[in-house]
């Protein structure tokens, strides 16, 4: 069977989420072995271990021939693997059904690369080097850990380079390879190693016991038994400056870096010529492996796969295929004390009960000691399961306040940041239609009655309650010639929204901007309201004729997808809008910000939601509201999570390009789609390019729209729904505004794509 992508069910509870959180890893580097290696060089590629309990291997390299979302990422003339190891430009595995050894490169992958007189030997473990690789005899179902080591090199006839006699007398039970040199742990205790170039490392009379190897081309590293501390031998170039005092679980080499998995909270930490600011923050990793240029890992939340360290100019682009992949390789031992055998069944997939081959087999991994910024420990780690973290949010006694950073009674600290966290609404998000709307709501309305010949101007408010009288205006603006507004419209008294605001003071406040400020505010009645009060600005620079027959269009607008106005104020010179509150954010807070990441099922909806409230302002507002600035931060979600449409602008498209201008909607929409997708922001220097279109459109456009999808939220099993999306973000993204489809389109190909359904 394959699968595609993890987090499968069609409901995960939040336990199972959180236990999938904390899973530890597997790592590796070059040379090493585990459930994903990478083969170094200008043709490197990586390959993993599908997850789906054959042992299938998936492979991806830095072009388009294996980065995609299907089954055809499989090599079907290799054999199941149990692990793997990367050497130049191949990869070596140890089969799993006869513990033999198999070499392979990207030009003719069912050939096997191993020289005949060892293809048909027993062994426990393989290392890859630069042209040859070293393996621990022994069948890799016994639970013997220990073994003699055969090498051998490739293209060449003679393999008296490696055969040592003293080597050959020892035995091993860890092994990694490099350029020229392989090193060992041997069973006695220490580390040896051999080799033409070995004499390169320095490493002599070393004692110490390792339980990890990861070689670069020049330098090889271990984890230490006792520190579980990185020590390492060879080219400082390589090496970098190494961290001091970082617990590790793992190790993984590249040609100029090294990745390490943190012993705590299994977070990755690099180090040497690597691009820091793509390691992925506050998601750890099961297994990690490194090439030239990057380092891919099995995510512990979902199994799935991830590359980084390949954003900077001229590196290429390794995006991997959307596979759930092996979490470690599978042995016949039992895990033994600080480790635990993962548990296939908290992936929640009926059809899957183990990784392995065999049921005997087990796949074990060392547990964690602590948990990720944001979360606590709230269980300990057993035989079958990591312990368990979970959120600071959700912590309700004082065995987890020191560890969230609360003193005190957590409800209130915790509603504290909620209050600045949630709500950075309105303030970053209406400026356009709002701005006018306080003016046309605030002063006094005129609606106009004919009689016979003469037209007669009447002064009315809002409606709502009776509005209460105001001193006059020693300036009045000129009355604006606009109809009665349609709706629910309530006035409210200075004093009241001064008393729900607590003053306007500063806690209040949920966001501001060149109009003035916008408040979070409690109705004596309970509701919750945003209080949007202008500046002096704001007021003096609002009075223009030309957007009166727009304010009359814009008195009649109500949807379920658009924030709607309840009310205003228009006291003591103030000018006041009341609108409902919106206490999930903007779904760029959500997206790019400090708010609780969204999952997929609920990305589609809120996608489809903003769709039919642009759809709304295009095609049943008489005329059409063209918007002109529709995106994330201009999209916000309500209490039960439904996307609103605000800040549209006060620009309709009577007298305009109809079809031009709502089609520059269309376009910054496909733009939001691809937020969506990607979890980039549409602008971000730190990445290469910096534009999200000019990044994602080649790549959806040759096929790789798997390579943009967000990987820091968990996937589901069916990746097609995510697929569509990206197809209908690409129509929207066409350059001709006639091939760009219409926002009613839209909304129909997105609703095709939510009845699809995404199966978690």
Request: some cysteine; overall charge negative.
């Amino acid at each position: 069977m394959v699968i595609q992508r993890c987090l499968s069910g069609s409901v995960i509870t939040i336990t199972v989420l959180l236990l999938l959180l904390v899973l530890p890893v597997n790592v590796l580097g070059y040379g090493s072995l585990g459930p994903i290696a990478a083969a170094f060089g200008e043709n490197g590629f990586f390959c993993a271990i599908d997850a789906g309990g054959k042992q299938e291997i998936i492979c991806w390299d830095k072009g388009d021939n294996f980065s995609v979302s299907t089954s055809t990422a499989y090599f079907s003339s290799l054999p199941a693997m149990a692990s793997l190891s990367g050497g130049e430009e191949f990869i070596c595995g140890i089969t799993s059904n006869n513990s033999q050894a198999f070499c392979f490169n990207l030009s003719n992958p069912g050939n096997n690369l191993v020289p005949k007189s060892f293809q048909y030997n027993s062994y426990s473990q393989i290392a890859s080097g630069k042209y040859h690789a070293c393996a621990i005899k022994g069948s890799y179902f016994s639970s013997v850990e220990y073994g003699n080591v055969d090498c051998w090199e490739f293209n060449r006839t003679s393999f008296d380079s490696f055969h040592n006699s003293y080597i050959d007398s020892l035995v091993f039970r860890r092994i990694a390879s490099g350029d020229g040199f392989s090193c060992g742990v041997i069973k006695e205790g220490g580390l040896v190693c051999w080799g033409p170039r070995s004499a390169n490392l320095g490493v002599s009379a070393v004692s110490s016991e390792f339980e990890i190897l990861a070689s670069g081309r020049g330098s090889v590293c271990g984890v230490s038994n006792v520190s579980s501390e990185v020590e390492c031998w060879g080219n400082s170039n390589e090496l970098g400056s190494l961290p001091a005092g970082t617990r590790f679980v793992g190790l993984s080499a590249g040609a100029r870096h090294f990745c390490g998995v943190r012993e705590d909270n299994h977070e990755v930490e690099c180090w040497g010529n690597i691009d820091l600011a793509s390691i992925p923050k506050g998601s750890g990793f099961m297994a990690i492996a490194s090439s030239d240029y990057a380092t891919c890992g099995v995510r512990e939340v979902d199994l799935v796969l991830d590359c980084w360290g390949v954003h900077g100019k001229s590196l290429p682009d390794y995006s991997p295929p959307l596979q759930l992949c092996s979490p470690g390789a599978c042995w016949p031992s039992s895990c033994g004390h600080g480790k635990f055998a993962f548990n296939a069944s908290l992936l929640n997939e009926p059809e899957l009960t183990n990784l392995c081959v065999r049921k005997d087999l087990k796949i074990c991994l060392p547990c964690g000691t602590n948990c990720s910024e944001g979360y606590f420990p709230s269980s300990t780690c057993s035989d079958n399961a990591d312990r368990i973290c979970t959120a600071c949010s959700l912590c309700q006694n004082s065995s987890c306040w020191d560890v969230c950073g609360l003193h005190s009674s957590p409800g209130v600290k915790l509603q504290e940041q909620d209050i600045k966290k949630l709500v950075i609404i309105i303030g970053s998000s209406v400026s356009g239609s709002m701005l006018i709307l306080m003016v046309w709501c605030c002063i006094p309305r005129i609606f106009k009655t004919k009689d016979d010949q003469n037209i007669k101007y009447h002064r009315s408010f809002c409606i709502g309650k009776k509005a209460v009288e105001a001193e006059p205006d020693p300036n009045p603006e000129p009355p604006l010639s606009i109809s009665m507004c349609i709706g629910e419209t309530q006035v409210f008294r200075l004093s009241e929204l001064k008393d729900a605001t607590h003053g306007f003071k500063e806690f209040s406040e949920l966001g501001r901007g060149s109009f003035g400020f916008v408040y979070k505010a409690i109705l004596t009645d309970g509701r919750q309201v945003a209080v949007k009060r202008a500046n002096a600005a704001t007021i003096i620079h609002t009075n223009s004729r030309e957007f009166e027959a727009e304010l009359e269009i814009l008195c009649t607008v109500r949807h379920s997808n658009i924030v709607n106005l309840l009310g205003y104020c228009a006291e003591m010179g103030e000018r006041l809008l009341v609108y409902e509150y919106m206490p999930h954010g903007t779904l760029h807070d959500h997206l790019h910000g400090e708010l609780s990441p969204l999952d997929w099922n609920l990305r589609l909806k809120l996608s489809l939601q903003a769709a039919r409230g642009l759809e709304y302002l295009h095609n049943e507002v008489a005329p059409p509201i063209v918007h002109r600035d529709v995106k994330t931060s201009n999209i916000l979600l309500d209490s039960e999570w439904v996307a609103r449409i605000a800040d549209f602008g006060m620009v309709s498209a009577n007298d305009r390009d109809v079809n031009g201008d709502v089609k520059s909607d269309v376009y910054n929409f496909g733009i939001v789609l691809l937020e969506m997708l990607t979890g980039r922001k549409a602008y971000d220097r730190d990445y290469e390019p910096p534009g999200i279109v000019e990044w994602a459109l080649p790549l959806m456009r040759r096929g790789r729209a798997a390579a943009i999808i967000d990987r820091n939220v968990p996937l589901p099993r069916n990746v097609e729904p995510l697929l569509k999306l990206a197809d209908v973000a690409e129509l929207t993204l066409r350059e001709n505004p006639s091939e760009r489809p219409s926002m009613s389109n839209v909304a129909t190909l997105l609703d095709q794509i939510v009845k699809i359904g995404l199966m978690f």
